[in-house]
């Protein structure tokens, strides 16, 4: 109604207004696993991002050295550091998002799964402690396997009886920025305007990328091209594994696409209208309880999970291939928590 009773400059000045940072509303978010190599560069990204009132950096070690240095920078967050188990309470209270990336990586030859062991086990205990201290907040997992650590993350939630299947995001935006970056070069089209979903899982095949409804659209990609584009999109992971070669796996482009995610979170938060981004959610639109789709954000997380849209064959077979393994990485989070 606002913007109907005023003149189109004027409305847009109004818009802008209530979307500027001096305007926003406060929000609290907390990267937990701040210190390490996804974490440091994410909370860097968080502390330029003018939504953010506090940002809270929690991580076992080093966290007061890279809360002091991000804190020097002069934008709008209040940055704190806070380190080991008895801070993490003070880390989560209030908060609006909560973003993990904590835990091992990957070296080469091993695939998502085998960081299950190490990882399930800080999950879920900093999902414990989301429950207890900030029951309300979204929580951006990034920590791997997601395939895995989101349906722990669902499973604690629910034993504590917080669980809102609105907030719980397995963060796939990785997925989404390689595919658009992929695609643009093959395509050779102008990246910044590119859009692909990417659907499923974030693991290997369980990663589809809809290259068929790829925006905008390119005629000049071959069967092989799209097989190619797959492939690579489904692979991305490796690829950085085995180029850092035992240094660990994607940080800098994970970091972006952590931001990313976290900024259309924040929008969604603040009200603003037809935010959409992939994320692995609970989901209804295959029989699998949890998938990647794209998501309407909102004030309450989920607004709305979007079904697939038209698929090609090559997308309809790869759909199906990738559902027996996407089932037993969820039934195995599940199992982790519920036989525990
Ligand atoms: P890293 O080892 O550089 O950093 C991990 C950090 O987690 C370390 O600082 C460590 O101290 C901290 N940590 C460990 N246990 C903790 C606990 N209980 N509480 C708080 N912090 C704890 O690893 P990284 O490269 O930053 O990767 C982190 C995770 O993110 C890995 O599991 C990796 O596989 C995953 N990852 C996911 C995606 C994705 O697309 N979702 C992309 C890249 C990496
Ligand atoms: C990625 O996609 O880069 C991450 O999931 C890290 C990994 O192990 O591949």
Redesign the pocket.
């Known amino acids: 109604s606002l913007r109907r009773s005023t003149t189109g400059a004027s409305s847009t000045h109004l818009l802008r207004r209530f979307y500027s940072s001096d305007s926003a509303p406060e929000r609290k978010v907390a990267v937990?696993?701040a210190?390490?190599?996804?974490?440091q560069p994410l909370a860097l990204l968080m502390k330029l991002n003018p939504l953010v009132s506090k940002l809270s950096l929690?991580?076992?070690?080093?966290t007061p050295g890279v809360a002091a240095d991000i804190s020097h920078i002069n934008t709008r967050s209040e940055v704190n550091g806070y380190m080991g188990e008895d801070q993490l309470g003070k880390a989560l209270e209030g908060c609006d998002i909560v973003i993990i990336?904590?835990?091992?990586?990957?070296k080469p030859g091993m695939n998502?799964d085998d960081?299950f062991n190490i990882?399930a086990g800080?999950v879920k205990?900093?999902c414990t402690a989301i429950a207890k201290y900030c029951p309300h907040a979204l929580v951006n997992m990034?920590?791997?396997p997601?395939n895995s650590t989101v349906p722990i993350a669902a499973e604690v939630f629910k034993k504590a009886g917080t669980y809102d299947e609105k907030k719980l995001f397995?963060?796939?935006m990785?997925?989404v920025v390689r595919a658009k970056t992929f695609y643009a070069e093959k395509a050779k089209v102008p990246v910044e305007g590119v859009n692909v979903p990417v659907v499923g899982g974030?693991a290997g095949i369980t990663i589809l990328p809809l290259f068929s409804q790829a925006t905008p659209q390119a005629n000049n990609l071959s069967y092989e091209d799209i097989e190619a584009l797959t492939k690579r999109t489904q692979d991305g992971?490796t690829e950085v594994v085995v180029a850092k070669a035992g240094m660990?796996?994607?940080?800098l482009s994970?970091a972006y696409?952590g931001a990313i995610f976290a900024d259309a979170c924040l929008k969604g938060l603040n009200g603003v209208p037809d935010v959409v981004e992939c994320s692995f959610v609970q989901s209804c639109i295959t029989e699998l309880p949890f998938f990647a789709s794209k998501v309407r954000l909102g004030k309450n997380g989920v607004e709305e999970v979007l079904d697939l849209g038209p698929l090609s064959d090559y997308e309809k077979q790869g759909l199906e291939s990738l559902k027996p393994e996407l089932k037993s990485s969820i039934e195995k989070g599940i199992k982790f928590v519920t036989e525990s």
Do not use: Q
């Open positions: 937990l696993g210190a390490g190599g996804i974490g929690y991580d076992i070690a080093a990336p904590a835990g091992v990586p990957r998502r960081l990882n800080i205990s900093l990034i920590s791997n997601v397995g963060v796939t990785l997925d974030h992971g660990g796996s994607a940080t994970m696409a």
